[in-house]
Antibody, heavy 114, light 107 residues
Framework: QVQLQESGPGLVKPSETLSLTCTVS????????WSWIRQPPGKGLEWIGE???????NYNPSLKSRVTISLDTSKNQFSLKLTSVSAADTAIYYC????????WGQGTLVTVSS | DIQMTQSPSSLSASVGDRVTITCRAS??????VAWFQHKPGKAPKPLIY???SLQSGVPSKFGGSGSGTDFTLIISSLQPEDFAIYYC?????????FGGGTKVEIK
C-alpha cells in the first residue's frame, strides 16, 4: 500500500519561502501525478499544483507565480516551494497521488508568522 | 475554472438516516468526480471516484451517482463514524477544484 509523508518546517516567516517534501513509500513515483493541496484554518481544500513523473507540471493559476513543484525520483520524493509567503498561506499542507487524489499524506501544518 | 457548488453546506441527521449531498459543476465534466470524507486532524479519505465507483475498502453504504453537471453522494444509513465533512472534486480540467464541503452533524 502506497504511503505519503510530508515533512518540512512548521513555521515560516512572512516574505520567506515555504519548502515541503513528500516522501513516497510502498510504491514507485513513476507513472503517476503527484499533487500538493492545502487547507487554511476553517476553510476548504485548495489544489496548489502537481508534477508528473516525467517532470511536467500544472499549477493553480491563483498561486502559479509563487509555486514550484519538483520531483526527485532517486529519493522517491517530490517537493513544494512557495515564495513570498504571508499569513494567508498558513494552512495544513497535504501531498496526494493522482488527479483524483486516491492517496494522501497525513498533512503538515505550516504557520506563517514572524 | 470549473466551480463545484455543494449543497447543503451543513446538515443535521440522526444515526440510521439516509443522507444525500449534491454537487453541481459550472460546466459539463462527464463523470470526472471524486468524493472525500474529512475528519479533523486526519487526511481526507477517498470514497468515490469516476462519480460512482467505490474506492477499495469503502463500505457499500456510500454511493455516488451523476454525470455532466449534477452529482450526488448518498450515505444509506448514517453511523456515528460518518459524522464528518464531505467534499466533491472535479478532475476533468485544470485547475483541479473542490466543492465547498458539507458538514454532517449529529442531530
Amino acid at each position: 500500500q502506497v504511503q505519503l509523508q510530508e515533512s518540512g518546517p512548521g513555521l515560516v516567516k512572512p516574505s520567506e519561502t515555504l519548502s515541503l517534501t513528500c516522501t513516497v513509500s510502498g510504491g514507485s513515483i513513476y507513472s503517476y501525478y503527484w499533487s500538493w493541496i492545502r487547507q487554511p484554518p476553517g476553510k476548504g481544500l485548495e489544489w496548489i499544483g502537481e508534477v508528473y513523473y516525467s517532470g511536467s507540471t500544472n499549477y493553480n493559476p491563483s498561486l502559479k507565480s509563487r509555486v514550484t513543484i519538483s520531483l526527485d525520483t532517486s529519493k522517491n520524493q517530490f517537493s513544494l516551494k512557495l515564495t513570498s509567503v504571508s499569513a494567508a498561506d498558513t494552512a495544513i499542507y497535504y501531498c496526494a497521488r493522482d488527479t483524483s487524489f486516491q492517496h494522501w499524506g497525513q498533512g503538515t501544518l505550516v504557520t506563517v508568522s514572524s | 475554472d470549473i466551480q463545484m457548488t455543494q449543497s447543503p453546506s451543513s446538515l443535521s441527521a440522526s444515526v440510521g438516516d439516509r443522507v444525500t449531498i449534491t454537487c453541481r459543476a459550472s460546466q459539463g465534466i462527464y463523470n470526472y468526480v471524486a468524493w472525500f470524507q474529512h475528519k479533523p486532524g486526519k487526511a481526507p479519505k477517498p470514497l468515490i471516484y469516476s462519480a460512482s465507483s467505490l474506492q477499495s475498502g469503502v463500505p457499500s453504504k456510500f454511493g455516488g451517482s451523476g454525470s455532466g453537471t449534477d452529482f450526488t453522494l448518498i450515505i444509506s444509513s448514517l453511523q456515528p463514524e460518518d459524522f464528518a465533512i464531505y467534499y466533491c472534486q472535479q478532475y476533468y480540467s485544470y485547475p483541479l477544484t473542490f466543492g465547498g464541503g458539507t458538514k454532517v452533524e449529529i442531530k
